[in-house]
T-cell receptor, first 112, second 115 residues
Framework: GEDVEQSLFLSVREGDSSVINCTYT??????LYWYKQEPGAGLQLLTY?????DMKQDQRLTVLLNKKDKHLSLRIADTQTGDSAIYFCAESTGGATNKLIFGTGTLLAVQP | DGGITQSPKYLFRKEGQNVTLSCEQN?????MYWYRQDPGQGLRLIYYSQIVNDFQKGDIAEGYSVSREKKESFPLTVTSAQKNPTAFYLCASSSTFRGLGYEQYFGPGTRLTVT
């Protein structure tokens, strides 16, 4: 079945780069997303990538996709304390149903 | 100022009572979704609706009901049949047109506590 896995926790120092990893199983996934959730809040869409792309860069965020290994990563450059949050990756086949399958989330702790 | 609103932010109920969570969007999206989030877990899909007057069960629909009488609104009722209703509930919406993108945008959530 469909499954999305993430490591539970990542700790970095302010100013360093953070890399959050995600693996998925559904080879028909067309869209892959990264969401950020701050404590007690909803999910904020950070970025997404189409399955026919290898990389997408958006300011401090870089998404890398290895479709062969079904591996997705999110790199945050110059990590700030405000980046501390839970990060979820999610996959979807898009289209009419557009069901999102979420990973369990990675808690990013940024140490000052 | 477009977005998704959920109310209330916190909700407390006694066991055995039904409770309805509100979700409204002014993004002109056709599709709307309800997710449940438990501590340390990802989001799980409860119900979704692609168009007015139509909705489908998600992965954990038992004990929940929805309606979609208006494009802007997708209320979720947590019934007394739901065994473990205490959770954080998130509503989302998206376009259903490829040209506009399929990204789902989320509301701020409602934390329901049932005692």
């Amino acid at each position: 079945g469909e499954d999305v896995e993430q490591s539970l926790f990542l700790s970095v120092r302010e100013g360093d780069s953070s890399v959050i990893n995600c693996t998925y199983t559904d080879s028909s996934s067309t869209y892959l997303y990264w969401y950020k959730q701050e404590p007690g809040a909803g999910l904020q869409l950070l970025t997404y990538i189409f399955s026919n792309m290898d990389m997408k860069q958006d300011q401090r965020l870089t998404v890398l996709l290895n479709k062969k290994d079904k591996h997705l990563s999110l790199r945050i450059a110059d990590t700030q304390t405000g980046d501390s949050a839970i990060y979820f990756c999610a996959e979807s086949t898009g289209g009419a149903t557009n069901k999102l399958i979420f990973g369990t989330g990675t808690l990013l702790a940024v140490q000052p | 100022d477009g977005g998704i609103t959920q109310s209330p932010k916190y909700l407390f109920r006694k066991e055995g009572q039904n409770v309805t969570l509100s979700c409204e969007q002014n993004l002109n999206h056709d599709a709307m979704y309800w997710y449940r989030q438990d501590p340390g877990q990802g989001l799980r899909l409860i119900y979704y609706s692609q168009i007015v007057n139509d909705f489908q069960k998600g992965d954990i629909a038992e004990g929940y009901s929805v309606s979609r009488e208006k494009k802007e609104s997708f209320p979720l009722t947590v019934t007394s049949a739901q065994k473990n209703p205490t959770a954080f509930y998130l509503c989302a919406s998206s376009s259903t047109f490829r040209g506009l993108g399929y990204e789902q945008y989320f509301g701020p959530g409602t934390r329901l506590t049932v005692t």
